[in-house]
């Protein structure tokens, strides 16, 4: 079965950085997408990142607000994906989480929590 797990997430001061990791299985990593997510309290659940699969040119896409400051990676051999963070900012602080769209399916990991504060 699939099975998406974040690790990574913590406590960092405003212009910090912080990596999230996202360990996949179950499901042929290099031929599918990957996305991160992030949810903040009270809010709704917004699209942070996106790498394409390996087979269609591992493009990336960002959030605006992100852009230039976070970087979405994968590695097939490890079959992990990444987002790095750097210049962190306080409305940064979400739990973020690691999404694939297998077929008809929706997957996503358990959440990591990221609080950027001084």
């Known amino acids: 079965q699939v099975q998406l797990v974040e690790s990574g997430g913590g406590l960092v001061q405003p212009g910090g950085s912080l990596r999230l990791s996202c360990a996949a299985s179950?499901?042929?990593?290099?031929?599918?997408?990957m996305s991160w997510y992030r949810q903040a309290p009270g809010k709704e659940r917004d699209l942070v990142a996106t790498i394409s699969a390996t087979s269609t040119s591992g493009s990336t896409n960002y959030a605006d607000s992100v852009k230039g400051r976070f970087t979405i990676s994968r590695d097939n051999f490890k079959n992990t994906a990444y987002l790095k963070m750097n210049s962190m900012k306080s409305e940064d602080t979400a739990v973020y989480y690691c999404?694939?769209?297998?077929?008809?399916?929706?997957?996503w990991g358990q959440g990591t929590q990221v609080t950027v504060s001084s």
């Open positions: 179950g499901f042929t990593f290099s031929n599918y997408a």
């Open positions: 999404y694939v769209k297998v077929g008809w399916f929706r997957y």
